[in-house]
């Protein structure tokens, strides 16, 4: 499984230097003149970087970091270390912007609360080129589908950007966002949050853990397995499980391979991840094939669900794509795949490390299942439910919630300026040049998120809370916290943000805190690592999204009586 397959990588580690000659005279070479040459190099584009931020007082073009080996070594570091490199980039370059030069592209890295929010601000910026590698690297999707995403340019909006003509059935991105924001937002969310919910409850109830202490292995594999499941039925119906049995353990398999795919690592390099995503694939494709014959059926239930196809939105993607002659039915597996990937990945596992969190600290956890008991609400047969929307306007749970995200949530938010050079607080930024946020970055600074008794490297459960203060003129009503991001909303990017922000933003904080609720409801779950402690995490997949543990979590669990 997953913490099995993990060597963790000691971040000190020194390239083996064997390969150099070992001669007296070689060495004498090696440290005479290479390396001068090098710190020579590094020292001169140094000081050229700050020149080129003295010398232009007005409108400037963003310096280029300094190297040792021009475009090589920055390259070299964003694939060795991103989270060391960028953290040296950013505090070198703080709040100015820098431009790294990686091989076949120059990425421009922001960093500051103005420059960050003056990107969110800036109305026509696209992704268009990542998604284009995302979906051919880790989807599979073939050049003649990728280019209807390369060639769509015009934006995501209703109307078209002008000076597009983009046919309505081919504005693959406009379609594609504005499903996933009706699905995931508004109205559209709740009957699929109430399967979920559902769905999880019941699992819970039909565990085989008893009222005896049972130890498991790894908490984030049982995590990831019932939350998986509730949410994948919820999604794609009934009958999905019953066609692919073994595809939760596939899809995480998968998961744990995103990196490598991501960063288009070759096949013949990586085939393990090549084959995961293509059994995964090839799953989805059998779920289609299933399916087809039950597209038009009468609906079942509330909130548009099917035991076949599931949710209204996967029948709507069906029918979108059938208008499209270039998807086939590989296309279409490889396109729903990445679906319930982003709608389950990120935030399956951000809950993973919410319960840990919770269950290390016994005051918190007591807390907690405070909160949930007052929550709960009647229901037929004993089972367990809750008044949901109170639940998630809980001050104290929207604020682990969001400091488990500030801690584990390492994303590169990419955006890139479209038909048009952008100023950006008076930098200069060419037509099509990606700019690069790194969110772990923002939310790890120091003069933002540490206090005297808590550094931004730990996690406090209180971060987000504001107590009430007493004035003589003012009389306090309450002494309630209240759950606040003010002042820090362009530091906590979890999510991305501007038009582009993700859409799965209110599921995600819906499906951690209600699955939370449910599992510490259910079940007395206690930490066995040495000194209760979480493990840490696993640096490989640094920049996509929520980090995963490097080793394993056991625990041991009973059931509760309630």
């Known amino acids: 499984m997953e913490s099995q397959a993990y060597q963790p990588v000691n971040s000190s580690y020194i390239p083996s230097i064997s390969h150099i000659p070992s001669y007296p ?5 090696f440290a005479t003149v290479f390396v001068p040459a090098l710190l ?22 963003p310096s280029t970091y300094p190297s040792s080996i021009p475009c090589v070594s920055h390259a070299l570091s964003m694939a060795w270390d991103p989270d060391r490199f960028l953290s040296t980039v950013t505090t070198r370059f703080k709040n100015v912007p820098v431009r790294l030069k990686l091989l076949v592209t120059d990425v421009y890295v922001l960093s500051g609360p103005e420059f960050v929010n003056a990107l969110w601000k800036e109305p026509r910026t696209h992704t268009r080129i990542y998604k284009f590698l995302a979906i051919h690297n880790t989807l599979g999707m073939t050049k003649k589908q990728l280019a209807l ?11 078209p950007y002008p000076g597009t003509n983009v046919p309505p059935h081919l504005r693959v991105d406009h ?3 504005s499903t996933i924001s009706k699905f995931l937002t508004g109205p559209g969310l709740k009957p699929f949050l109430s399967r979920f919910t559902s769905n999880l409850t019941e699992q819970c109830s039909t565990m085989a853990v008893k009222s005896e202490w049972t130890e498991y292995p790894d908490l984030l594999l049982l995590v990831r397995e019932e939350f998986f499941a ?29 990196s490598p795919l991501g960063r288009g690592y070759p096949r013949w390099l990586y085939s393990k991840a090549y084959k995961c995503r293509d059994v995964c694939r090839e799953s989805v494709k059998q779920w289609h094939k299933f399916i087809r014959s039950h597209l038009h059926d009468p609906l079942s239930g509330p909130g548009h669900w099917s035991p076949y196809y599931g949710a209204d939105v996967m029948r709507f993607r069906q029918d979108m ?77 929207q ?61 406090w459960a209180e971060r987000f809370l504001v107590y009430p203060v007493r004035s003589p003129e003012k009389k306090l009503t309450t002494s309630a916290p209240k759950f606040s991001l003010e002042g820090r909303t ?22 951690m805190i209600a699955g939370t609720a449910i599992m510490l409801s259910t079940f007395d779950i206690e930490l066995l690592n040495k000194g209760g402690k979480v493990p840490g995490c696993r640096a490989e997949g640094f920049g996509f999204g929520t980090l995963s543990p490097d080793g394993e979590t056991p625990v041991r669990m009973r059931r509760r009586a309630w």
């Open 399 to 459: 604020s682990i919630y969001a400091e488990t995200l500030r801690l584990r949530v390492a994303s590169f938010i990419l955006r890139v300026p479209d038909h048009q050079t952008v100023t950006l607080k008076g930098w200069i930024i060419p037509n099509d040049a990606p700019l690069m946020v790194s969110s772990y970055h923002a939310q790890m600074n120091k003069e933002i998120w540490s206090t005297t008794a808590h550094p931004a490297t730990e996690f």
């Open 149 to 159: 995403w390369y060639n769509d340019n015009s934006g995501i909006g209703l109307t």
């Open 321 to 397: 794509r059938s208008k499209i002659p270039e998807y086939d039915a590989d296309a279409a597996a490889a396109d729903d795949l990445g679906f319930i990937w982003a709608s389950n990945g990120n935030s399956i596992t951000a809950s993973f490390w919410m319960i840990a969190e919770i269950i290390k600290d016994p005051t918190l956890l007591s807390k907690v299942r405070v909160i949930a008991d007052n929550c709960r609400i009647p229901s037929p047969f004993g089972k367990l439910n809750f008044d949901f929307e109170t639940l998630f306007n809980h001050p104290l749970l």
């Open 40 to 61: 020579l190099l590094f020292g001169l584009s140094t000081v050229r970087a700050g020149k080129d931020i003295l010398a232009q007082p007005h409108a400037r073009k």
């Open 25 to 29: 005279t070689d060495w004498l070479i």
């Open 230 to 258: 509730a949410a994948l039925k919820a999604l794609c119906g009934s009958y999905f499980l019953a066609i692919c049995p073994t595809f939760v353990q596939e899809f995480w398999q998968y998961h744990y391979h995103i």
């Open 175 to 177: 379609m594609t966002w």
């Open 490 to 511: 362009d530091h906590w990017l979890p999510f991305g943000g501007g038009h582009r922000m993700c859409s799965g933003r209110y599921f995600a904080k819906q499906e």
